[in-house]
């Protein structure tokens, strides 16, 4: 990025922080800052690059180097870095009294060099030695919450541009790579959105990016749209976000699974918790997870909820649940017409003997036991399973003398996978039927553009396989 780049850039960021500035919170602006508008400083002059580069004996990257060409420093880069250097303060990491990281560093490859030595595994070349790389490395940042920026000068792509690192160390990350230094700041950049949600031009035309995206979703379109909501997703748009688990969801089974507690978090998304999507679509996808996954020491979105939400969320859970309990309780997924057809596949799938036959393997993880264990390094979860008792079944085998020779074994889970093996013939001969109930489907709001409260029943979500959440999206929906 070239310095007539550089400048509109970092003076939209001033303006968006400078409005969205909190006293009681972020304390005083400085005065300049305020009499500016600008987060920055005077530009250096080619003189005082020059000078820098003289003293580190290395010329710096172009992002750098033409960012200090606008702007000698600046103030408030994100929401963690609070100042980062001017060309006099260039220092290289290991000069600086921030020096102990390299030695933190130190430290931790020495413990994963021990734990190695122990084991077989070889070495991953894509892993990279943190502390060589501190080492080396130029700090840019002055001030921050237990947060830092560096630049490797080793390790150079085709622009000339140095690798770039964010370190936190509340992370648990450790070194975060960037292409660039401008790379670098644009993410914090995007952090300052997600976090702060300032008003202005930035969020307008990210809201207006997701209602085209959302248009387009609804008329069939998939990479495009996710890209779009993937990107203001990013810069903190709790519509995308929605939007985006849907498309998510449809497209890979299980998928919902791993990002509910994502989007059902009261802490940084208040908002879909009390979206009118959220009862009908979203809970039972956290009340399914909650009945299904694995979850070590009891862990799940719901009991989290319940255990750590704001009063009127826990009593909303606690009404919805007694509902649930109600004998007559059924699912509903949606419209009166989509839900009457869905129902007639998963009541008839449910009649079949094939799905009533108990699941052994169920026996089993319920009785399973979880252990902490540390896996290079890393904290990991060991589940042990107990053996099950055993039943016996009767099968023939041709003797020695041409005689069919009966005997006894051991097959507990015999009956059920055959169960199993008809149950995925059952729900897949079931799929078009399903896919031309899709013709009924209408959203029940604007952000609704996927019936994804069908994962929500394991039959339907066992039945949409990532293919056919692809299909279900190239509909063209209704409300488009």
């Not at 921050?144 to 622009?159: I, K, S």
């Not at 509340?170 to 914090?188: A, I, K, R, V």
């Not at 009340?287 to 009891?298: F, N, S, V, W």
Request: glycine share 6%; with cysteine; proline share 6%.
């Amino acid at each position: 990025m070239n310095r007539e780049q550089w400048r509109p850039f970092l003076q939209q960021w001033s303006e968006e922080w400078i409005d969205s500035h909190d006293p009681e919170k972020d304390g005083e602006l400085d005065e300049a800052v305020v009499r500016d508008r600008w987060l920055g400083f005077a530009p250096a002059s080619e003189e005082e690059i020059a000078a820098a580069e003289a003293r580190l004996g290395r010329t710096l990257p172009p992002s750098l180097r033409e960012f200090l060409a606008v702007t000698n420093g600046w103030r408030d880069a994100g929401c963690f870095i609070y100042r980062l250097a001017g060309t006099a303060e260039l220092e290289w990491l290991a000069d600086t009294d921030r020096s102990y990281l390299i030695e933190i560093y130190d430290e931790l490859a020495e413990d994963d060099t021990e734990d190695d030595a122990d084991g077989e595994e070889e070495e991953d070349p894509d892993v990279i030695n943190e502390a060589e790389v501190l080492r080396r490395s130029l700090l840019v940042s002055l001030e921050g919450d237990a947060a830092d920026v560096f630049l490797d000068p080793e390790d150079v792509n085709e622009r000339g541009e140095w690798t770039a690192y964010w370190l936190a160390s509340w992370s648990g990350e450790g070194l975060e790579p960037f292409d660039s230094f401008y790379e670098l700041m644009y993410e914090q950049y995007k952090s300052f959105h997600a976090l702060r949600k300032p008003e202005g031009e930035t969020k307008d035309r990210w809201e207006a990016k997701v209602e085209e995206a959302r248009r387009a979703a609804m008329k069939g379109e998939i990479d495009g749209p996710l890209r779009v909501l993937t990107d203001a997703e990013d810069f903190g748009n709790e519509r995308a976000l929605l939007l985006r688990f849907q498309m998510l969801t449809m497209l890979g089974s299980g998928q919902h699974q791993a990002g509910i507690s994502h989007v059902v978090n009261h802490a940084h998304h208040p908002g879909i918790l009390r979206h009118p999507l959220f009862l009908p679509e979203l809970l039972p996808l956290v009340l399914e997870e909650d009945r299904t996954r694995d979850l070590p020491h009891g862990w799940s979105t719901l009991r989290f909820c319940q255990e750590n939400g704001p009063e009127w969320l826990q009593t909303l859970l606690a009404d919805h649940e007694a509902r649930r309990a109600a004998p007559d309780f059924r699912l509903s997924f949606g419209n009166p017409e989509f839900d009457a057809a869905v129902h007639r596949i998963v009541d008839r799938l449910a009649a079949d003997p094939a799905f009533h036959v108990r699941d052994p393997y169920e026996e089993q993880r319920q009785n399973a036991t979880y252990e902490e264990i540390w896996v290079d390094g890393q904290p990991a979860i060991r589940m042990e399973m107990q053996s099950l008792t055993a039943s016996s079944v009767l099968i023939s085998e041709e003797s020695e003398d041409g005689a069919p020779a009966d005997f006894d074994v051991h097959d507990p889970f015999g009956a059920y996978d055959r169960a199993r093996e008809r149950q995925r013939q059952l729900i897949d001969a079931a799929w078009p039927e399903l896919k031309e109930a899709m013709r009924l489907w209408r959203p029940l709001h604007e952000d609704h553009i996927a019936p994804v409260v069908l994962f929500a029943d394991p039959v339907l979500a066992e039945m949409i396989t990532e293919e056919r959440g692809r299909e279900i999206l190239s509909m063209c929906r209704s409300g488009g």
